[in-house]
């Protein structure tokens, strides 16, 4: 069984930094992309950012030069740093990940969330 687990959420104050993580855990034969997005209270769910297995990037146009996404491989995990935070970041943050498990068929799969909050 393939679950993700986040870490790293919390209350910051605009213009501070914090980092996300997301381990992937269980039967696990390969990951693709990785990504984070984010949904705020009433809006739809966003793509933040993405990495593929060999590290190219993307990010939406409203964190470039803000957030930061990394993975390491050898220990299914992906990060986002965000950096110069506002309060229009406020959101709950899910990571995502493009899983093949051991057995079966591959899928996206989904994090539980987690808070990050940024006061106005």
């Known amino acids: 069984q393939v679950q993700l687990v986040e870490s790293g959420g919390g209350l910051v104050q605009a213009g501070g930094s914090l980092r996300l993580s997301c381990a992937a855990s269980g039967s696990i034969l390969s990951i693709n992309a990785m990504g984070w997005y984010r949904q705020a209270r009433g809006k739809q769910r966003e793509l933040v950012a993405t990495?593929?297995?060999?590290?190219?990037?993307d990010y939406v146009d409203s964190v470039k030069g803000r957030f930061t996404i990394s993975r390491d491989n050898a220990k299914n995990t992906v990060y986002l740093e965000m950096n110069s935070l506002k309060a229009e970041d406020t959101a709950v943050y899910y990571c995502n990940a493009l899983i093949t498990p051991v057995s079966g068929r591959s899928g996206h799969y989904w994090g539980q969330g987690t808070q990050v909050t940024v006061p106005s």
């Open positions: 990495i593929t297995s060999g590290g190219t990037t």
